[in-house]
């Protein structure tokens, strides 16, 4: 293979582009690493959640609930419209006679750059600068291709309602702004949460997996994937055996909007050529239809 | 040998498409038993009684009702059954009338869509060769093509709003724009080349009741209006590509790329194309009015190029990323993708670069349709079938969602049959058993109301 998927990304960029149904411009070099750096320099927040300090209590999960007014439900295991926050017990044992379960804790990523927020028809859902990905169920229109854009399957929608909306954890952005800590940071008796600036928690990380000495597996999860995430973990098996996405570090949503800001580009462009080809082969007939003699006439004068 | 994937694939396959082809069946029989049960000896409906006790003007609806297709009743009363569905799916919410779900929150209806709108490109596609490219001996498909279009489109838009959780709020996605989502500009696109439809299937109407001011204002922004409905086509066929980009991880990779969108717009053009000829046949036998078959198979002579042109960029990106080795290995994608480009692209090259082929009606009905099938593949690959599993779900549409599905089709039919009758739709076409041949020897003339540059003569 010659081609990175990658470099073939950009290839295709390119030609998409010659085609005119595409980007205008090829999208900028990702480096893995750098991407990390979020788009906003200023200070992006973020929680770290090392699942090796976790007991599976559900604190976190009640305490989310909670905070969201919803009723305290230990029992969710899934990602659902009454729990935007879930401890999944994983079993990651092999031989079902010596089942090895870990707790998991799972909601939204709080991408850096979030395919949701790209997604999403009508700008429901937002990146605020401070780090939380903000949903304004005001203006959600229940489409779901949220749903399908996040990477991570987060989006939940209220099936059982006769008219439905998403949820989804948002970092607790009413009560950071208030200058609280989120609310299952807070209620983890483990300390496995820590709230703080990413770029600190990566220092964390780093830190941990240093003085672990092979405690750790050595991979932050969210430090590039996607173009990073504002939750970032810690764990001691590999993630993908604890059902994490393998995803590469670039952010779908930069494809996307490579592609979605040459519209105006193939608006003006497909216009421009139907009319002139319009023009040019009604000017052909209209020459083609005067007869000969009279170009001869209009010499002869 | 043939890999055990490739075979554990096919069974797969033919699993699920037993679960699609048997409810098609059943529904299709129950309505045939449904339309003979309704049937008198004569061929007329029931639904339709003609007694002499019956007051005055009962009897006329009837007797125009009469003079109408045997079969329309049975497709008012599906259509019937479908609004009643949506009434449901209203009133109950989408988990309890519908099985769509966490891992597939979209199912049936999007796939439908997708189809739909690569069908109905059928209008963009052959207004742009009559009015922009001038070739006008395809003018009298125009009308009946335009009529299709607006009709697919619509059916979009009441599917699109079931399909909403907040329906109520459908008007947001023009007050609370989103310029980087693709379903944003699918859904203003899709809004604005309804009205093109409307306003370029609107001659039908102002001739029918004679309002001939309207229609020579109508002859002179003819140009303009197609030139923005083939952009405003461009834009959200591709688009409707675009929407799958952001789903790098849901969509297998022998469909995932990039130029998603790019292949959209192709297959586009080409499912229109097949549209226009399938459409003359149908239109045939149905209303015994049509394109001279010389000019259907002109249509379907740029069919193979079309698909040549996606063939090229399909596998293109294929060999570039070096994803090619997954045509044969990935079992049930395989399956799919290989049975995917033989309708699409494979077959009717083949089939339309024959001479035979083109100059046959049945022959050209079954050559688009092929094409169809295929491109009605795609979309429902793109939108169900080849999306990656997720742990603990799957989907298969429900009751609901399939009676809404029918009903909307019916619809379709119902009304496109109702026009035909009444408005004049077929203006220009050859009638079937008129001298085919002499027509044949000088395109078919324009309907001259909206043929530009021409005044409009009352006679
Ligand atoms: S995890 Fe999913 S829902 Fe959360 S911000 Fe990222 S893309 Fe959006
Ligand atoms: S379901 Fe709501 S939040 Fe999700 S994309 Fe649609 S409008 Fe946006
Ligand atoms: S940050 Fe807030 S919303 Fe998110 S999981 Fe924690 S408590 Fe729930």
Redesign the interface.
């Given at each position: 293979?010659a081609?990175t998927?990658r470099g073939?990304?950009k290839?295709?960029?390119a030609?998409?582009a010659a085609?005119g149904?595409?980007a205008k411009f090829a999208p900028p070099a990702l480096e893995p690493g750098t991407r990390s750096v979020p788009k906003s320099p200023q200070k992006t927040n973020g929680v770290l959640i090392d699942t090796t300090k976790c007991v599976g209590c559900k604190q976190c999960q009640i305490a989310c609930q909670k905070s969201k007014n919803l009723p305290a439900d230990p029992k969710q295991v899934?990602?659902?419209a009454v729990s935007p926050s879930v401890v999944e017990l994983r079993n990651i044992s092999a031989d079902p006679a010596k089942p090895e379960i870990k707790p998991i804790k799972r909601q939204c990523m709080n991408c850096v750059e979030p395919?949701c927020?790209?997604?999403?028809?009508?700008?429901?859902l937002q990146k605020t600068p401070e780090g939380p990905v903000i949903y304004d169920s005001n203006?959600?229109?229940?489409?779901?291709?949220c749903?399908?854009?996040c990477?991570f399957?987060v989006p939940?929608?209220?099936?059982?309602?006769?008219?439905?909306?998403?949820s989804k954890c948002d970092q607790c952005a009413e009560r950071t702004q208030a200058g609280k800590l989120p609310a299952c940071v807070e209620a983890c008796p483990a300390k496995a949460l820590t709230y703080g600036d990413r770029k600190e928690l990566l220092t964390i990380a780093n830190q941990r997996i240093y003085d672990g000495k092979g405690k750790y597996v050595e991979h932050i999860y969210g430090e590039n994937e996607?173009g990073g995430t504002t939750m970032l973990y810690l764990a001691s098996v590999p993630f993908e055996k604890l059902g994490f996405?393998t995803?590469?570090n670039e952010a779908?949503?930069e494809?996307?909007?490579t592609?979605?800001?040459s519209?105006p580009t193939?608006?003006l462009g497909?216009?421009m050529a139907?009319?002139g080809?319009?023009w040019l082969?009604?000017r052909r007939?209209e020459l083609e239809a005067q007869p000969a003699y009279n170009h001869n006439e209009e010499g002869g004068h | 040998m043939v890999p055990q994937e490739l075979i554990d694939g096919w069974l797969v396959t033919l699993m699920m498409g037993a679960r699609i082809v048997f409810p098609i069946l059943l529904v299709m029989t129950l309505g045939y038993w449904l339309q003979r049960k309704l049937q008198r000896a004569d061929g007329s409906s029931v639904l339709t009684p003609n007694r002499r006790v019956m007051p005055l003007w009962y009897r006329r609806i009837m007797g125009e009702l009469n003079a109408l297709p045997a079969w329309l009743p049975t497709i008012g009363v599906l259509t019937a059954v479908g609004v009643t569905a949506m009434i449901f799916r209203l009133?109950?919410?989408?988990?309890?009338s519908t099985n769509?779900?966490?891992?597939y929150?979209?199912g049936l209806w999007i796939g439908f869509d997708l189809f739909m709108v690569a069908f109905s490109g059928g209008a963009f596609t052959l207004a742009?060769l009559v009015?922009?490219?001038?070739m006008h001996r395809f003018h009298a498909a125009i009308r009946p093509t335009v009529l299709t279009g607006l009709l697919g489109y619509t059916s979009v838009l009441v599917i699109l709003l079931m399909?909403?959780?907040?329906?109520?709020?459908?008007y947001?996605?023009v007050i609370?724009?989103?310029?980087?989502?693709?379903?944003?500009?699918v859904?203003w696109c899709i809004l604005l080349y309804t009205t093109v439809l409307i306003t370029e299937f609107s001659p039908v109407i102002m001739q029918r009741f004679g309002w001939h001011r309207a229609m020579k204002i109508m002859q002179k922004i003819t140009?303009p209006i197609v030139?923005?409905g083939?952009?405003l086509s461009?834009?959200h066929q591709?688009?409707l590509g675009?929407?799958f980009?952001?789903?790098?991880?849901?969509l297998h990779p022998l469909w995932y790329?990039?130029?998603i969108?790019?292949l959209f717009?192709v297959t586009s053009l080409a499912a229109g194309l097949a549209m226009v000829v399938a459409g003359a046949t149908v239109s045939y036998w149905v209303f015994k009015r049509s394109l001279p078959q010389r000019l259907v198979g002109d249509l379907a002579s740029f069919l193979p190029w079309i698909l040549g042109i996606y063939l090229v960029l399909k596998f293109g990106?294929l060999l570039?990323?070096?994803e090619i080795g997954l045509v044969w290995s990935s079992g049930y994608y395989s399956v799919l993708f290989i049975t995917e480009i033989l309708l699409t692209a494979v077959i009717p090259i083949a089939w339309f670069m024959s001479k035979t082929a083109r100059a046959s009606r049945m022959l050209s009905l079954v050559g688009a349709g092929i094409v169809l099938s295929g491109i009605f593949l795609n979309r429902f690959n793109a939108a169900w079938f080849a999306l990656k599993p997720?742990e603990?779900y799957t989907y298969f549409p429900s009751i609901p969602e399939i009676l809404i599905q029918m009903g909307v089709i019916c619809g379709i039919i119902f009304v496109y049959t109702l026009v035909g009758h009444y408005l004049p739709l077929f203006e220009g076409t050859t009638k079937r058993g008129e001298e085919e041949e002499k027509r044949l020897a000088e395109p078919a003339p324009a309907p001259e109301a909206i043929q530009p540059g021409k005044a409009y003569h009352t006679s």
């Open positions: 293979m081609l998927r073939f990304l290839a295709c960029g030609s998409v085609l149904v595409g899934t990602l659902c395919s927020v790209s997604a999403c028809t009508v700008g429901a203006r959600c229109i229940g489409c779901r291709y749903m399908y854009a990477p399957g939940t929608f209220e099936w059982e309602k006769q008219f439905s909306l998403i996607i996405p995803l590469p779908p949503a494809i996307n909007a592609i979605m800001h519209t193939v608006a497909m216009a139907l009319s080809m319009y082969i009604r007939d | 009133w109950v919410g989408l988990g309890a769509l779900n966490q891992a929150p979209w742009t009015y922009v490219l001038q399909d909403l959780g907040r329906w109520d709020r459908f947001h996605f609370f724009p989103n310029i980087n989502s693709a379903l944003f500009e859904s140009i030139i923005t083939a952009t461009t834009l591709s688009s675009t929407l980009v952001i789903m790098t991880e849901r790329t990039p130029l969108p790019a717009f990106e570039g990323t070096g997720v603990g």
